[in-house]
């Protein structure tokens, strides 16, 4: 990510402080922790120190209970979108 010296590197999955859980379905299923943890590397240049964070996001390929791919409606595809951008 960068060529200057990296003064502090952290991997972690819980989100932060302040962040509700996120629902993941219908149910009213929530999740505490991101499902790959995130990188946040803190590098310094010159007199500027900078925060570098790398996340994996939720592909678009969504998926519904019971293991489908495909939605029973629209309503439940927007529910699900929503989930899935949270």
Do not use: W
């Not at 009213?28 to 500027?48: F, H, N, V, W, Y």
Request: avoid cysteine; hydrophobic fraction near 35%.
């Amino acid at each position: 990510m960068s060529t200057s010296a990296r003064t502090k590197v952290e991997e972690f999955s819980d989100f932060p402080d302040g962040l509700s859980p996120v629902q993941v379905n219908g149910k009213g299923g929530t999740i505490e922790q991101m499902g790959r943890p995130m990188l946040k590397a803190r590098i310094r240049k010159d007199s500027e120190i900078v925060d570098i964070v790398s996340v994996h996001l939720k592909s678009k390929l969504l998926s519904y209970s019971g293991g489908r791919f495909s939605p029973r409606d629209e309503v439940e595809r927007a529910r699900y979108s929503v989930y899935a951008l949270h």
